[in-house]
């Protein structure tokens, strides 16, 4: 299948999670991604573990994130390195980092110095909160964007301490959102024949994934969400919105008509006005939680699918990945690529392929995160 983004190449200077995710979906989507990294010790994130898990001397991490992209070492401290980069800007379409305020305008690989290099190259910019206010220097990581966001205090029940997500989702959407900007201007190229700069920060994605909340807030009297006491799922969602522990297991149920609901589960005192399913919440859900104990998952889910009301078993990774909706989808990726140790052998990591489908294909590549500057010779010949 011809990719769409084939003939695309972009520079990646960004180092971590965000800039490089949004670098992911574009070597998903066919472009020619190529990580400029510092000579000795690259990314750092071929450092940064996660459950302390290296695979062929490089984090875990780096592997998932960094998949079917090449890897040039460039230091940008020396000027025949800085150079033979400027050479490669001349001939990319894109570039994106992730670095401190100042950094690429000390070096001349802002954007205004970028653009009189190529003009037409869209120039994608990572930061942790803006370029402008009080937060403008202060180092992007992705729990801190959560902690300044308001998002801690609509997970959790109400009487817990804040709950962060569990998962780097300040950094998953900033990088979505980079990507999405990324392609826009590459179409306004294709139309005006014009570069770009396109800035994301992490707080910003984290404002916009609670565009519902904060929406809420602001034409509501300002009042802050209130968590539910038991099986809070949603903070500005009524009865029986949640996840509630059964006999043997635990049940999500989500969106339901509470005479249904009340119905279904031979439970009278559900059957409340919608109105009174937002005001008496917590009651409800106190109820509903006793009563859900005294039998199994497959049993409330069977009254349930009968009323046709929107309800699901809760399932672990484990779980998950024997389930057969989850087999049908063919998501597990096998990447490959040679070992480090120069034995020649081969070094596989299994993780997950990317979430598009084009033309009802999925798009999938074999080729694994790239070892330190594998790719640095082979591009220096293409600039001869």
Not at 18 to 39: C, N, Q
Not at 63 to 89: G, M, P, Q, W, Y
Not at 113 to 120: A, C
Not at 203 to 208: A, F, K, T
Request: hydrophobic share 40%; net charge positive; charged share 20%.
């Amino acid at each position: 299948m011809l990719l769409p983004l084939k003939g695309i190449t972009v520079l990646e200077f960004s180092q971590y999670l965000a800039g490089p995710y949004a670098g992911l979906r574009l070597a998903d989507l066919g472009a020619r991604v190529i990580k400029i990294e510092r000579p000795g010790s690259g990314d750092a994130c071929r450092k940064l573990t996660t459950k302390d898990l290296t695979v062929d001397g490089d984090s875990l991490l780096f592997h998932t994130i960094n998949r079917n992209k090449e890897s040039f070492c460039a230091n940008l401290k020396d000027s025949e390195d800085l150079a033979t980069v400027r050479k490669l800007i001349q001939k990319a379409d894109v570039l994106t980092h992730n670095f401190r305020p100042g950094v690429m305008e000390k070096i001349g690989l802002d954007y205004q110095g970028v653009q009189s290099i190529n003009p037409r190259i869209i120039y994608g910019e990572v930061s942790g909160y803006g370029d402008k206010g009080p937060w403008a220097h202060k180092p992007g990581q992705d729990l801190l964007a959560q902690a300044v966001s308001g998002i801690g205090w609509l997970s959790g029940n109400k009487n817990q301490d804040p709950v962060p997500l569990g998962l780097a989702i300040a950094d998953m959407l900033c990088g979505t959102h980079l990507a999405q900007g990324i392609l826009s201007a590459l179409i306004r190229r294709k139309k005006k024949n014009i570069g770009a700069k396109v800035q994301v920060s992490l707080l910003e994605s984290m404002i916009d994934l609670q565009f519902e909340g904060l929406t809420t807030y602001l034409n509501n009297g300002r009042q802050i969400p209130s968590r539910s006491e038991i099986a809070n799922a949603h903070a500005l969602l009524g009865a029986p919105y949640g996840i509630y522990q059964t006999r043997d297991h635990w049940i999500a149920i989500s969106m339901g008509e509470p005479g249904q609901l009340s119905e279904a589960l031979a439970l009278p005192e559900l059957n409340v006005s919608i109105s009174e399913a937002f005001v008496k919440r917590d009651q409800i859900k106190k109820k509903l939680a006793e009563h859900l104990k005294t039998n199994t998952t497959a049993h409330w889910l069977e009254r349930m699918n009968s009323h046709h009301l929107w309800a699901s078993e809760v399932l672990n990774y484990d779980q998950l990945l024997q389930h057969p909706a989850f087999k049908a989808l063919s998501i597990p990726l096998t990447v490959s690529r040679e070992s480090n140790n120069g034995t020649g052998s081969p070094v596989n990591v299994t993780t997950t392929r990317c979430p598009i489908r084009i033309n009802g294909r999925t798009l999938s590549s074999p080729r694994a995160a790239p070892t330190l500057g594998a790719d640095t010779a082979s591009i220096l010949e293409e600039l001869q």
